[in-house]
């Protein structure tokens, strides 16, 4: 059975569509041109910044957390559709693609986005009318954006709900360019949306091109106050280029997750094996394809459970995992680099005798001879570098530190503590427990940022002279 | 050191086999090369022994463990002998320039290599021809393995010395025209050498001024390198029709060569045929994690044995993209080294 599904939500647009082919899925696609983008925008920052304007932020975080409710929800129609596309549109596992939309949406319940802005913002409130600031001794108000604009990526599946919540929630409607290899998710989320709440359809529009296409690019960027951009360094440094210097561009760039590992978490076979299962969620919720996800785990020597035998677990768990969440299909491309630095690792651990590599199925670990820094092809694959004190890793984290993202601490409170100010210092966003890295909830200071504060300006009333 | 017994019997039997395709000795050849190779080259011994493949097990050379290009550029792979020429690899793939030692021997051998091959296919009709090369010649170049190889071929059948149409990194354009406008006159047929992408430079920045340029009849075309990374991306029969458009050749006059500074012989193809490996090599395009043959038709990537490596690992895992077909196999490109599209940060990006 072939699936019809669009691949863009554009209000105003009435022109031609064609379609695009892959697996049983068929992409229907828009031919835009610059005009058709301004009109959108245009519309968008009439009537859809005119809508916005008509719901208090407690309605509209209500209306995003049914929303999240529904795609949490395994057996209807639209989101077996949705996975069934995403799915054949990525190589990702349709059992991946429908955890990582559940996962997500998980973290986007009323509560949490709204606990997220007050984080930010003070209160949520300060969108609605203006609000008391004791800190002022006056009154003050937050505004978004009159047009927000994003650029997308297709990394995590469902990951598209996210800048259109927080611009939104800020009444800024949004105009983004989704991913050129999966326009689905954003187009999907806005219709349950409409489908709870229909005007709110009015103050979305979520375009598809082929990326490179300036034209359309500048038409979507020039009426926008804010650039939110998703994509590696070579991507955003042209966006970045294209935008010019004096708009205001929130970007959430390339980034590396890492674990570490104290000896409390080696302290028998099946606490080790335990956290094992843990790691391997956090390495197999979207193949290994997000941020959060880890690529080196640093573990600590002489626990009960040794480095290597630990090594062993976290491949047994992450071959029991693929059943639950299978791997994706590799292509010969990926599968040729991956095979590459399988070879290399094999050659290495038979020169070194504590080097050794583990690789079955879909899993591949090495356990380095000695600790360092270096990332992984993400394929379900892990660094394991031993160490004698988890501090000892942090200088060689030190170079890389823009870089740092998420970090996963197994060890006492006390020491996760004095470990979280070191990271912290050097630009780590979150530490939490592995197990949980996938899962990091709408309430996260997003790459150390304030993802709504950055979005807004403020007025404030002075009450007193 | 000088060659031992073990090394000097080795190369004489695999010059015989060259010499003699009606022999089916590879199998038989390829077994003796890994036991050779796993005494003299100590690292990849260690990595055969890892493998659970040794010289006492080893009954088909399918079997033995190949070495990836990667470990090359990591490692000094060589059997100890007094290296006398290093060949550098290029440097493309953005993993550093790997180096690959020689000693006199095996340059004898891989010279011979090269003739036996060059014979066969870039100059079957045994017919002699002026050079030109789009490539620098070995005393601007002399670790490019490229280089070294068609200046012997241009010793062999070349009528003169070879014209270099590249010296210090300028296209030397008025000369190459009048050298070539000369083999026209001449009717003398000529070689032209060069990268692919020299190849296509060289006619679009002609063409406008020239239209064409007919070559004598018996001249011949040989590219080798591919287009990837490159601003312009051509596939093969993209780059026939420019080619042959521009100096009139049968296509079948044009061929295209695919080799590694790891590899001591390398593979042709004529017009759009496939590669077809020279009896003294094996190319497996495999599945690239179960490394079993992919069928006729599909892609995989290509593992290559070569006799002619006796100092080096004989069978080289490659991050090419091949394609196996029934007369042998195609290279389509090579492997991004990117992962699947993801957020995550591949560290050749950061360095």
């Known amino acids: ?465 | 050191m000088p060659p031992s017994t073990a090394k000097k019997e080795l190369i004489r039997s695999i010059t015989a086999f060259i010499a003699d395709k009606t022999r089916n000795d590879f199998n038989n050849l390829a077994c003796r090369l890994f036991a050779y190779q796993f005494e003299a080259i100590p690292a990849a011994g260690a990595y055969y022994r890892k493998c659970g493949v040794t010289p006492a097990n080893l009954k088909d050379f399918r079997d033995i463990p190949p070495i990836g290009l990667n470990v090359f550029k990591r490692y000094e792979l060589f059997d100890g002998s007094r290296c006398s020429k290093t060949f550098r690899t290029s440097g493309t793939s953005g993993k550093g320039r790997g180096a690959s030692c020689f000693a006199d021997e095996d340059l004898a051998l891989m010279t011979t290599s090269i003739m036996a091959n060059a014979g066969a296919t870039l100059f079957a009709d045994n017919r002699t021809t002026r050079f030109m090369m789009l490539v620098p010649s070995p005393q601007e170049a002399p670790d490019i393995i490229m280089a070294h190889g068609m200046a012997e071929i241009a010793a062999t059948w070349g009528t003169e010395p070879p014209l270099y149409a590249i010296s210090r990194g300028a296209f030397l354009g008025p000369e190459a025209v009048a050298f070539l406008k000369k083999c026209i006159a001449d009717q003398m047929p000529v070689t032209i050498i060069g990268g692919s992408f020299g190849f296509v430079n060289f006619v679009d920045r002609l063409t406008p001024e020239l239209g064409s340029l007919a070559l004598p009849p018996g001249s011949r075309l040989l590219d080798a390198g591919g287009f990837k990374g490159r601003s312009r991306e051509l596939t093969r029969s993209g780059f026939l029709e420019l080619m042959t458009a521009f100096f009139k050749l049968p296509a079948d006059h044009c061929f295209n060569l695919y080799g590694l500074t790891e590899l001591g012989s390398q593979f042709y193809s004529q017009g759009q045929g496939a590669k077809q490996p020279p009896h003294w090599t094996r190319v497996r395009i495999c599945h690239p994690l179960s490394l079993n043959e992919v069928e006729d038709g599909e892609q995989g990537i290509p593992l290559l044995y070569d006799l002619a490596n006796v100092a080096r690992p004989l069978a080289v895992l490659t991050d090419d993209l091949g394609r196996r077909h029934a007369s042998g196999f195609d290279i389509i490109g090579r492997a991004s080294g990117s992962a699947p599209r993801g957020c995550s940060l591949s560290l050749e990006e950061i360095r």
């Open chain 1, 1 to 465: 059975m072939i699936i019809k599904i669009k691949g863009f939500h554009i209000p105003t647009f009435q022109g031609e569509t064609y379609s695009r082919r892959i697996g049983s899925t068929e992409v229907i696609l828009p031919r835009l041109s610059a005009d058709d983008i301004s009109r959108a925008c245009d519309h968008l920052m009439d009537k859809g910044r005119d809508i916005l304007q008509r719901y208090t932020t407690d309605q509209l975080a209500e209306i995003f957390g049914m929303a999240a409710d529904f795609w949490q929800q395994d057996d209807t129609d639209q989101k077996a559709e949705v996975v069934v596309a995403i799915s054949d549109l990525t190589g990702l596992s349709r059992l991946v693609v429908c955890s990582s939309i559940t996962v997500e949406q998980g973290n986007s319940a009323s509560r949490d986005i709204l606990a997220a802005m007050d984080r930010d913002l003070g209160s949520h409130r300060c969108l609605d009318h203006f609000w008391f600031d004791p800190h002022l001794a006056g009154q003050t108000r937050a505004f978004g954006p009159r047009l927000t604009s994003a650029v997308l990526t297709a990394n995590v599946p469902g990951l598209s709900y996210l800048p259109m919540v927080r611009a939104l929630m800020v009444k800024s409607p949004l105009i983004a360019k989704l991913a050129s290899n999966e326009p689905i998710f954003g187009p999907a989320w806005i219709k349950s949306v409409a489908a709870i709440e229909p005007p709110l359809a009015e103050a979305v529009a979520l375009c598809h091109w082929q990326g490179g296409n300036e034209a359309l690019q500048k038409a979507m960027f020039d009426p926008a106050e804010v650039a939110i951009l998703y994509g590696g360094e070579a991507t955003c440094r042209s966006l970045r280029q294209a935008i010019g210097p004096h708009k205001k561009i929130i970007e959430h760039g390339h980034k590396i997750g890492l674990l570490m590992v104290g000896r409390e978490g080696l302290r028998d076979q099946e606490s080790a094996r335990e956290l094992a299962r843990r790691i391997a969620l956090d390495v197999a919720m979207f193949d290994q394809r997000a941020c959060v996800a880890p690529q080196i785990v640093y573990v600590e020597r002489d626990g009960a459970v040794s480095t290597l035998e630990f090594t062993r677990f976290v491949e047994d768990a992450l071959i029991e995992l693929e059943g639950k969440l299978p791997p994706s299909s590799l292509s010969v491309d990926s599968g040729a680099s991956l095979a590459m630095a399988r070879n290399v690792a094999l050659f290495e651990a038979a020169q070194h005798q504590e080097m050794e590599l583990f690789a079955r199925s879909s899993a591949t670990l090495i356990h380095e001879k000695e600790a360092h820094f270096d990332t992984v092809l993400p394929t379900r694959f892990l660094r394991v570098c031993p160490v004698q004190e988890l501090a000892d890793a942090l200088p060689l984290l030190q170079p890389f530190s823009t870089y740092l993202q998420n970090v996963g601490i197994e060890a006492d409170q006390t020491r996760i503590n004095t470990l979280a100010a070191e990271l912290g210092a050097m630009g780590v966003s979150r530490i939490t427990r592995p197990g949980l890295m996938h899962r990091p909830t709408m309430r996260w200071k997003h790459d150390g940022t304030a993802p709504f504060s950055d979005l807004v300006r403020w007025t404030d009333i002075e009450l007193e002279v």
